[in-house]
């Protein structure tokens, strides 16, 4: 582990961090929190010298303001007829810039913060962030919301490298991965906190994932930065696959050995056509189309247990961290749906079970939060979304936990996306298989608030 010491240099504060053993403190999510004191490393796996930060990255989000700018770029559009644009959208340019002022100068705090503790600082915009600027860092800092630590963990492949999330607009923002809101503007206070070793190490658990089979296209589309429309999403990819087919001069028809992916999922993993309520038109005489809808065709195996075709909406299997995000909306229940049961079951056998509004909140409640695991937990959780059973397709669990994920696409325009901002294609051949490694752990800080 990795903990900050004092050294007085030039009269000035220097973070160091040193390593830590894994018995040095304790590691159970929520547990109470136990001041940690400068040492040498006492495990093997771990470097046995300091460790001192003095070259850490910051990557920025981009704001909305500076998306809608990138995004008429090219249109020659001016600032004004921006301003007229986002007015007709009912969106409000002084507003989208004032959010955008928000963040540049939290950011700004953040970074002078930094170098007034002599450490060098890049400043790197999310399209600007690769693995040479992981390369280069000695920890990186994340300044946005949620959406940009999800990117910044997503190519941190080691676990020794420190990542930490600043919200840089708590107003908007929820920011449950990143430090509570007050260290935004007091982020100097943190360092000290870091210094003085008041804080607490978080391994949070990632998924990783081997793509092998027919169709493998390794080469993934940024969302977030492409913002793309169904089709030109499905066009990416198909340039992307001809790219990889000229540089390599590989045929993908052919079958290809396990590959595992350079990438690691802090959230989730989401498989299932590229959009999921896609409808095709079918044409049965000249002048009748029907509209139908696309579900995901795919075959699964958990634990190394036998294939099952399904069909669905898609699959989503997350982490701990992810339990408390898409997968807890995918699978909560609502108070209504509880009272409906609880009805039924009351008149088919004859229980006086309570139907006031106290009970079925509390039973509600209970359910929905055990949705939710810990962070450290390496375990996979797994939701079948609105599942087709009949005489071909079962669906035998729709959720559940598991220590490996293995799927067979039989889509044919399919995607993989890795915790909502990178996408694989992952059509008809491909096999995933989606599993955890200790090795994979991400290092994240935890500050009392």
């Not at 060098?120 to 962030?129: D, I, L």
Request: glycine share 6%; charged share 25%.
């Amino acid at each position: 582990m990795v903990v900050c010491s004092v050294r007085r240099m030039t009269g000035r504060c220097v973070v160091n961090l040193v390593c830590f053993g894994n018995r040095a403190v304790t590691q159970m999510y929520g547990n109470s929190l136990r001041p940690i004191h400068t040492s040498v490393c006492n495990s093997s796996s771990q470097p046995k010298s300091g460790f001192k930060p003095e070259k850490v990255a910051v990557v920025t989000k981009t704001t909305r303001y500076e998306f809608e700018q990138q995004r008429y770029r090219y249109s020659g559009l001016s600032e004004e007829d921006l301003k007229q644009l986002l007015r007709m959208k009912g969106s409000s340019y002084s507003g989208l810039l004032e959010r955008h002022n928000i963040h540049t100068n939290n950011v700004e705090h953040i970074v002078k913060s930094l170098r007034k503790e002599g450490i060098e600082v890049r400043v790197v915009k999310r399209g600007e962030y690769d693995k040479e600027v992981v390369r280069w860092a000695d920890a990186i800092i994340s300044a946005g919301g949620d959406g940009t630590m999800l990117l910044v963990a997503s190519k941190v492949l080691s676990k020794d490298k420190p990542v930490v999330g600043v919200n840089t607009d708590p107003e908007r923002s929820e920011g449950h991965l990143c430090l509570p809101v007050r260290y935004t503007r007091a982020f100097p206070e943190a360092l000290e906190k870091l210094c003085r070793g008041e804080f607490r190490w978080l391994w949070r658990q990632r998924i990783r994932l081997h793509l092998e089979g027919t169709g493998i296209n390794p080469t993934p589309v940024d969302l977030h930065e492409a913002q793309l429309s169904l089709e030109q999403h499905s066009q990416a990819h198909r340039i992307t696959t001809m790219d990889s087919q000229r540089r390599t001069g590989t045929l993908y028809e052919s079958f290809s050995k396990p590959s595992l992916l350079p990438i690691r999922s802090l959230n989730e993993i989401f498989i299932g056509e590229s959009l999921s309520s896609r409808v095709k038109l079918k044409s049965f005489k000249p002048h009748v189309k029907l509209l139908l809808h696309r579900a995901s065709y795919y075959e699964i195996s958990v634990d190394d247990g036998p294939w099952e075709k399904q069909k669905s909406s898609g699959l989503s299997i997350c982490t701990g961290t992810g339990s408390k995000a898409w997968s807890y909306n995918i699978n909560k229940l609502a108070e209504q749906a509880v009272e409906q049961v609880l009805e039924i079951g009351r008149s088919q056998t004859g229980l006086d079970i309570p139907l006031n509004h106290e009970f079925i909140e509390k039973v509600t409640d209970e359910y929905n939060e055990s949705l939710v695991f810990s962070p450290e937990d390496r375990r996979l959780f797994f939701s079948v979304r609105e599942p087709i059973v009949n005489r071909v397709f079962s669906s035998s669990r729709q959720r559940g936990f598991a220590s490996k994920v293995c799927v067979r696409s039989r889509c044919w325009d399919a995607c993989m996306v890795v915790d909502g901002g990178t996408s694989f294609e992952f059509n008809d051949g491909a096999i995933a298989t989606i599993s955890m490694s200790e090795e994979d752990q991400l290092r994240t800080v935890v500050l009392e608030n």
